[in-house]
T-cell receptor, first 112, second 113 residues
């Protein structure tokens, strides 16, 4: 089955700790994305990567970091600098040159 | 600024009734347009897309959408709603090269029996 997996489904952390969210895809897509979703605000782009070893900041990159060492993987680290990290995080991918994005099931992060 | 507006936060329709969800975009040219659906606690599923050509596009689950350039709109429709259609619906637009989707705030659809 081809698709995007995100793990874990739920994640709990204490304030001040960094946490890394996993995103893996076996669709052979070149581009990958991270979004943050908060109630009533739609989705906001955190980071995206069009190709391995390259990535760009989205609209709300402050307090987050990413890496793209493999085509299949695009992990997101939520650092202690992120002021309000509790949210639902969605990973997506798309074929380079095409524009539909396909989404994973999401990770709900709660920081207390 | 480039933006996507979904004017209705919540919509309630009776099962079997028709449905129209509104979407407007603000951009100087015609963007690529999408509708996604999200069930609670889940990821987003692509319903349909418009790139060019026929302005009435068909999607999955019996949904369709019509692009109207003069109104900068891309409204989603379904002739007869089923209880399983209850979810949140997002309109999105790709307004510039780089695959950066801009999302509307979403419309929550409730279906009453």
């Amino acid at each position: 089955d081809g698709g995007i997996t995100q793990s874990p489904k739920y994640l709990f952390r204490k304030e001040g700790q960094n946490v890394t969210l996993s995103c893996e895809q076996n669709l052979n897509h070149d581009a990958m994305y991270w979004y943050r979703q908060d109630p009533g605000q739609g989705l906001r782009l955190i980071y995206y990567s069009q190709i391995v070893n390259d990535f760009q900041k989205g609209d709300i990159a402050e307090g987050y970091s990413v890496s793209r060492e493999k085509k299949e993987s695009f992990p997101l680290t939520v650092t202690s600098a992120q002021k309000n990290p509790t949210a639902f995080y969605l990973c997506a991918s798309s074929i380079a040159g095409r524009y539909e994005q396909y989404f994973g099931p999401g990770t709900r992060l709660t920081v207390t | 600024a480039q933006s996507v507006t979904q004017p209705d936060i919540h919509i309630t329709v009776s099962e079997g009734a028709s449905l129209e969800l509104r979407c407007n975009y603000s951009y100087g040219a015609t963007p690529y347009l999408f509708w996604y659906v999200q069930s609670p606690g889940q990821g987003l599923q692509l319903l349909l897309k418009y790139f060019s050509g026929d302005t009435l596009v068909q999607g999955i689950k019996g949904f369709e959408a019509e692009f109207k350039r003069s109104q900068s709109s891309f409204n989603l429709r379904k002739p007869s709603v089923h209880w399983s259609d209850a979810a949140e619906y997002f309109c999105a637009a790709l307004m510039e090269y780089g695959n950066k989707l801009v999302f509307g705030a979403g419309t929550i659809l409730r279906v009453k029996s």
